[in-house]
């Protein structure tokens, strides 16, 4: 079985130009920055530009994202919220984390990439700058993320992480480090939500890149 790496085409529907772009960087130029972006990957050139000609909603509906406002579940997510999810390749590898409003997918937040990380790591800093950030706007909307032990680790104050300190990730346990010091400097006044992927589909902050 060969390890080369599959080749990936990014739809961006919603970015600075929308289009079809062979690499993640050319990608990354059209979404970083762009409130509300609206963007996934595909392995198959040709699948891409079907998706490209279809709305965002029909092609993520089928890829693990829901239209939340059309749920008709019993059980339904608090769209006035906010959503975080990380993004690593490999594990540990290359992490990204945001955080966007779960009813729009607006972007509040985005950080990395960093070397060496993990997901959970994310996950926890991003719910760091989620909290920060309803402080700073004395705002209590609840957050939602889909890793428990990135959640376990906010309720504890404490990060339980096996990845060892290097030079390469200086700059992630920096972050962490901060972010356990905000938590026990601040109360954490607002509710930290398990995101219900099997109900719900892929949170709103995923990164669409599976």
């Known amino acids: 079985m060969s390890s080369?790496?599959?080749?990936?085409?990014?739809?961006?529907?919603?970015?600075?130009?929308?289009?079809?772009?062979?690499?993640?960087?050319?990608?990354?130029?059209?979404?970083?920055?762009?409130?509300?972006?609206?963007?996934?990957?595909?392995?198959?050139?040709?699948?891409?530009?079907?998706?490209?000609?279809?709305?965002?909603?029909?092609?993520?509906?089928?890829?693990?994202?829901k239209n939340l406002q059309e749920l008709t579940t019993a059980d339904k997510p608090i769209l006035n919220s906010i959503s975080v999810d990380a993004a690593c390749s490999g594990n540990p590898g290359t992490l990204e984390f945001r955080g966007v409003f779960t009813d729009t997918e607006t972007e509040l937040f985005r950080r990395g990439p960093y070397e060496m990380g993990t997901v959970n790591i994310g996950e926890f800093l991003a719910i760091i700058l989620a909290l920060a950030w309803l402080k700073k706007h004395k705002l209590k909307y609840p957050i939602y993320s889909d890793s428990k032990t990135a959640m376990v680790w906010v309720r504890n104050k404490h990060v339980k992480t096996k990845l060892e300190r290097t030079s390469k990730n200086t700059e992630i346990f920096q972050a962490l480090d901060n972010g356990v010091v905000w938590l026990k400097a601040n109360s954490v006044d607002v509710e930290i939500l398990k995101w219900q992927t099997k109900i719900w589909g892929e949170i709103p902050a995923d990164y669409g890149r599976k």
């Open 4 to 65: 080369k790496a599959k080749k990936k085409y990014y739809v961006v529907w919603r970015g600075i130009k929308p289009g079809i772009y062979d690499s993640w960087d050319d990608c990354k130029k059209q979404v970083q920055g762009f409130e509300g972006t609206q963007y996934k990957s595909f392995t198959d050139k040709d699948e891409a530009h079907r998706a490209l000609s279809k709305s965002y909603w029909e092609i993520t509906q089928l890829k693990g994202k």
